[in-house]
């Protein structure tokens, strides 16, 4: 069932003050940092969220997502400037990505596949916003649903956000330019988070220092059936 509008909140015009600016220039200063890095190792990554849509708040985080799969050999010589807090092996349900987090400091997470992702699961990124380096450096802002079922459209004081129960899958697709499939996928997780909470992940395994991601991967595979028929799937 969907959510009626006045669960979520009505549509209304948002007018940012300095604040929301300034740490928003500092967030994105700092992602370019990251995927500047990234860029000289060959490696193209986008940010995405509150981060690249603009509606930031003081406890934003800065989540980079690079959508290929590389080593993670690559991936440490290309943050080797950073110190890295924790790294880890992530699959929110049995169908979904496997996903290798680095987390850096400053509230930076750096994510990428283990395998190859589906269309679908790349378009999850695209439906929350998502910008490149490029777009960045020209001060761009894209459109993209958040947390609250809440469509938010960039506008130069701020940005207007809409409920998706008060717009239809396709025009949300066609602005975010994703399909339909993933807009009501996602409606329909978000939906269930809200009314029962959030559920947490299916799996999270922390990486000790010396502990390389291909190794312990395999060693996953190896054990657990259903991640091993996910990886399967792709091949």
Known sequence: MRRKTAEMGPRKEVVYGEDVWENLKHLRAKAAE???????????????????????KPTSDIDIFIPQVISSMRAGLALEGYFILGRSIVQATPRALIKSHIELEDNITVTFPLITPRESEIEFYLFGGEIDLQGILKEKRVCGVDKRLMF???????????????????????????????????????????????????????????????????EMLDSDPAMRRRAQSNM
Do not use: C, N, W
Not at 39 to 53: M, T
Not at 183 to 189: G, I, L, P, S, T
């Open 34 to 56: 990251v995927l500047t890095s990234l860029k000289k190792f060959d490696i193209d990554g986008v940010v995405f969220g509150s981060v690249a849509r603009g509606d930031v």
């Open 152 to 218: 938010i459209e960039p506008t130069p004081e701020g940005h207007i956000e809409t409920p998706l129960s008060d717009m239809s899958p396709g025009l949300v697709a066609k602005k975010l330019g994703v399909s339909q499939k993933i807009v009501e996928e996602r409606m329909r997780v978000l939906e269930r988070r809200a009314d029962i909470g959030r559920t947490g992940i299916y799996m999270e395994r922390p990486l000790a220092p010396d502990e390389s991601v291909e190794q312990v991967f395999q």
